[in-house]
């Protein structure tokens, strides 16, 4: 990595908004902690807002801004892969929102890197010949992730009728912590009111989801960092 693509990193890695230390910053960088010692001093010195010191960690001071971003020809194929994925493989609302987030990332880009008519991250993504199909996902795999994903934001209970791989049918009441992309298909992982216990139900058996005014709080054991670990074993 060249030293001025890794000051930048250090900057973003830094305006996360909590304290990093030099060892998360140079095992994240894979250099030194003399070296992140060194880049943040020279950061400091030309007048980056860096806050902290060594052994104790360094913060981004709040209200700075990146200049503009630049990428190189992997990082717009990564950007229009990932954009496309989400495209063909989330719900219509969020796949418009890549389609714009990626619309405004080619819009600042300087003209000798926009090298086609589709704009550079398209180009990079047919350069790279790495494709995303839609056709084959079927509708019940994908409508109903932006009522799922507003419940999960808002922390609202959701009812729906649920048909397990045995065909045997249920109504179920779940506190929706997350969604999980396996590759083929959705899942949504939660809390299950009938089961008292984590569940994952597949989004293209359920049926009539509905987000309920009823609020819930992700307590202790029942959160998603809970279910993260609870379905790892």
Not at 19 to 28: P, Q, S, W, Y
Not at 70 to 98: C, I, K, N, Y
Not at 123 to 152: E, T
Not at 179 to 204: A, H, P, Q, V
């Amino acid at each position: 990595m060249r030293r001025a693509d890794r000051l930048f990193q250090i900057v973003l890695l830094l305006n996360r908004g909590r304290a990093v230390t030099a060892r998360e910053l140079a095992e994240a960088l894979e250099v030194s902690e003399r070296t992140i010692y060194r880049d943040v001093a020279d950061l400091c010195s030309s007048g980056v807002p860096v806050d902290g010191a060594a052994g104790v960690g360094y913060l981004m001071r709040k209200g700075y801004h990146l200049p503009p971003l630049m990428f190189d020809a992997d990082e717009l194929a990564a950007l229009a892969l990932g954009s496309r994925m989400v495209q063909g493989w989330a719900d219509p609302t969020l796949g418009r929102a890549a389609e714009r987030a990626l619309l405004k990332i080619e819009a600042v880009l300087p003209e000798d890197k926009k090298v086609g008519a589709g704009g550079t991250a398209s180009s990079a993504a047919k350069n790279a010949a790495m494709i995303v199909p839609d056709f084959h996902i079927p509708p019940a795999m994908v409508a109903p992730l932006g009522i799922l994903r507003g419940a999960i934001r808002d922390g609202r209970k959701l009812r729906f009728a649920y048909r397990r791989a045995d065909g045997e049918d249920s109504e179920r009441t779940v506190w929706p912590l997350g969604l999980f992309f396996w590759g083929d298909t959705w899942t949504l992982g939660g809390w299950c009111e009938l089961r008292k216990e984590f569940r994952s139900f597949r989004i293209d058996r359920m049926a009539t989801p509905t987000v309920l005014d009823e609020r819930f709080e992700s307590i202790g054991g029942r959160s998603l960092e809970d279910y993260v670990r609870a379905v790892s074993f």
